[in-house]
C-alpha cells in the first residue's frame, strides 16, 4: 500500500515555425533538433518502458502548434533532409577519426544513435503523433493540451474572447489530432488569472497546472499546500508545482544537469571543426552553427570552453542512473515525511518542459527511463500516477480560489511584460479588438469566410508568448520581432479589405499556404460570450 503519489509532467512545446515561402530558416531546425535529441528518445523509452511489462504513468502536454508540425509534409520532408546530413556528417568523422579511439567512438556512438532515429521515424510514416497516440490509448501517457498558440492569458484577460478563442481552438485542435477530447490543460507559461477557470469549465476541461505559488496563494489557504490539488468553484482541478523535485532536477547550478560527467551543450562541431571541412553541414551563407555533434562534457564548475574533457555517454549513462536512484529516494523521504504530517496520501508534481530532458540535458530521457524503472522495481512508498488517474481516484478536494501567477522571473509576469517586449501588446490588444468586431460579420462569398478565418489565424499566431519571451531573453530577437510584426501586418490587411468589400484573393492564397496552422478553424469562435 503506498503513501502517495509522484506525477512526472512534461511540457512539450514549440511555436509555430513552418516557413515553405523560403528555401531555408533557421529556426526550423528548433523542431529538427527536438525529434532527434527529446521527441524520439522520449518514444524509445516508452517503448522500452512498455516491452519490460512496466505500468509507466506521465503526463504531457503536447501544443497544438506542435502537433500541427509533427504532422505538416513540408516539415517532414525537410526534416529527413537535415536527418540526413547528419548521417552523412558522422561517417565523414568516423572516417576523420580513425586513428584516434575515443574520437572514433564517440563518432560511431552518434552514427548509432542518428541511425535508430532514422528507423523510428520510418517504422511511424514519418508521423510522431501517431508513437505518442498509441501510449494515450494504453493510459500510460495522458496526454494535455495548452493554449491554441501558447498565448500568455493574464495579458490577454481584458478580452475574453481572445482567451475564450486560445482554449477552445486549442480543444479542438486537440480532439482532430488525438480523437478524443482532452482532460487537462498546462496553462501557457503556467499563467493564471482569477476567472480563466469559468472557460476551462465550459470548454470541458477537468484540470490544470499553475505554480506553486498559485496553490499556496489561494482563498481560503490550502490545508495541503502543493501536496494536493484544489477545486476552483467552476469544479475544475488545479495542481501546483512541487519547489523541491523541480529544483532538483530544473536547476544547472544545484540540480542533476551540472553534473560533470553529463554532455556539454555549448561546444559543438559545428563551431569546433575546421570551416572548409563544416561547411556543407551549416547554414547556406556560410555562418556556423550547432549541427548537433557534440564530443565534450561539462568536465567541472569553472571550466572553459577549451579545456572540456571528451564525453563518455558509458559514465554519463551510470551518472544519469545514479541521479535517477537519489530522485526516487528523496521522493520516497519527502512522501513519508507529508503523509504523516497529512494524514492522507499526498501527490507530489513535478513539471518541467520535455525538451530539457533531451535537448538541454542529453541524459535526460535516460533519467527517465531509470526512474520509471525504479520506481517501479525498487521502492513501494509512492505510486506514480498521471493527472487523470489521480482525479478519479481522489474525486473530493478542497474548494479554493487560486491566486494570479506565473512560473516566470519572480513568478508572476513581467518576465512577458517589460522594457523588451511591451511595444507589441498595443497591437495585439488592437487586432484583438478588430477581430471581435470581424466575428460579427457574415461572409457574402467563400473568399470571405477564407479572409475571416485566416485573420482569426493571424491573431492568434501573434499573440504567440514566445515571440515577447525571446525578446525577453535576447536571443533570436530579430526573428521574433519579424514574426510579431508579420501577423499583425496580415491581419490589418485582412481586416482592411473586407472593411472595404475587396479581399485580394491571390495575396490571401500565399498566406494561407503559409500559416496554414488550424484548417478548420471558425472565426466566429470570437463572437462575444
Avoid at 484540470?207 to 482563498?219: C, E, K, P, S, V
Wanted: aromatic fraction near 14%; hydrophobic fraction near 35%.
Amino acid at each position: 500500500m503506498s503513501l502517495g503519489y509522484v506525477a512526472l509532467v512534461l511540457h512539450a512545446h514549440l511555436p509555430f515555425v513552418r516557413h515553405p515561402e523560403s528555401d531555408y530558416v533557421l529556426e526550423e531546425e528548433w523542431l529538427h533538433e527536438a525529434i532527434i535529441e527529446t521527441y524520439i528518445p522520449l518514444i524509445h523509452v516508452f517503448e522500452g518502458l512498455q516491452r519490460d511489462g512496466i505500468d509507466f504513468k506521465i503526463t504531457m502536454s503536447m501544443t497544438p502548434p506542435l502537433t500541427a508540425m509533427l504532422q505538416d509534409p513540408v516539415l517532414q520532408e525537410r526534416f529527413d533532409d537535415y536527418l540526413g546530413k547528419l548521417e552523412e556528417l558522422t561517417e565523414l568523422e568516423i572516417e576523420r577519426h580513425a586513428k584516434n579511439g575515443h574520437m572514433r567512438y564517440l563518432a560511431e556512438y552518434y552514427a548509432k544513435e542518428f541511425h535508430e532515429v532514422r528507423k523510428t521515424w520510418e517504422r511511424y510514416d514519418r508521423n510522431l503523433i501517431t508513437a505518442f497516440k498509441k501510449f494515450l490509448d494504453s493510459n500510460n501517457l495522458e496526454i494535455i493540451t495548452c493554449g491554441a498558440t501558447h498565448g500568455y492569458f493574464p495579458l490577454m484577460k481584458m478580452y475574453p474572447q481572445a482567451v475564450w478563442s486560445q482554449i477552445q481552438v486549442a480543444c479542438e485542435s486537440y480532439e482532430e489530432t488525438f480523437g478524443r477530447a482532452p482532460k487537462g490543460i498546462w496553462l501557457p507559461e503556467c499563467a493564471y488569472y482569477e476567472g480563466v477557470e469559468r472557460m476551462l469549465a465550459d470548454a470541458g476541461l477537468r484540470y490544470f497546472l499553475t505554480d506553486g505559488h498559485g496553490i499556496l496563494y489561494a482563498r481560503p489557504r490550502p490545508r495541503f499546500g502543493t501536496y494536493a490539488p484544489i477545486f476552483t468553484e467552476s469544479g475544475v482541478a488545479a495542481f501546483g508545482r512541487d519547489q523541491e523535485s523541480s529544483q532538483q532536477v530544473w536547476s544547472s547550478e544545484v540540480g542533476y544537469p551540472g553534473a560533470a560527467e553529463y554532455r556539454e551543450f555549448y561546444r559543438d562541431l559545428g563551431w569546433d571543426a575546421e570551416y572548409e571541412y563544416i561547411k556543407p553541414y551549416i547554414m547556406p551563407n556560410g555562418q556556423r552553427k550547432n549541427v548537433g555533434v557534440k564530443y565534450h562534457k561539462i568536465t567541472g564548475k569553472g571550466v572553459g570552453s577549451s579545456d572540456k574533457e571528451l564525453y563518455d555517454p558509458y559514465w554519463a549513462k551510470e551518472k544519469a542512473a545514479d541521479h535517477a536512484g537519489n530522485f526516487m529516494d528523496n521522493r520516497s523521504k519527502q512522501i513519508q515525511h507529508l503523509n504523516g504530517a497529512m494524514g492522507r496520501k499526498p501527490i507530489v508534481v513535478s513539471p518541467y518542459d520535455a525538451e530539457l530532458f533531451g535537448h538541454w540535458w542529453y541524459e535526460g530521457p535516460w533519467f527517465i527511463d531509470y526512474f520509471c524503472r525504479k520506481s517501479w522495481h525498487d521502492q513501494q512508498t509512492y505510486e506514480m500516477t498521471h493527472l487523470a488517474d489521480y482525479l478519479r481516484g481522489n474525486p473530493t478536494q478542497q474548494v479554493c480560489r487560486p491566486s494570479q501567477s506565473s512560473w516566470g522571473y519572480k513568478g508572476f509576469h513581467e518576465y512577458w511584460l517589460n522594457e523588451t517586449n511591451a511595444w507589441i501588446y498595443p497591437h495585439l490588444h488592437k487586432i484583438a479588438e478588430r477581430m471581435i468586431e470581424l466575428a460579427r460579420m457574415e461572409p457574402t462569398d467563400e473568399l470571405e469566410w477564407r479572409a475571416l478565418n485566416q485573420a482569426a489565424r493571424e491573431v492568434l499566431l501573434a499573440q504567440s508568448s514566445d515571440w515577447a519571451f525571446i525578446m525577453r531573453t535576447g536571443t533570436m530577437v530579430p526573428y521574433a520581432v519579424r514574426r510579431t510584426k508579420s501577423h499583425v501586418q496580415r491581419f490589418n490587411k485582412i481586416y482592411d479589405d473586407l472593411k472595404i468589400g475587396k479581399v485580394d484573393s491571390g495575396w490571401l492564397q500565399k498566406v494561407e499556404a503559409i500559416d496554414n496552422i488550424f484548417p478548420n478553424i471558425n472565426y466566429r469562435v470570437y463572437r462575444p460570450m
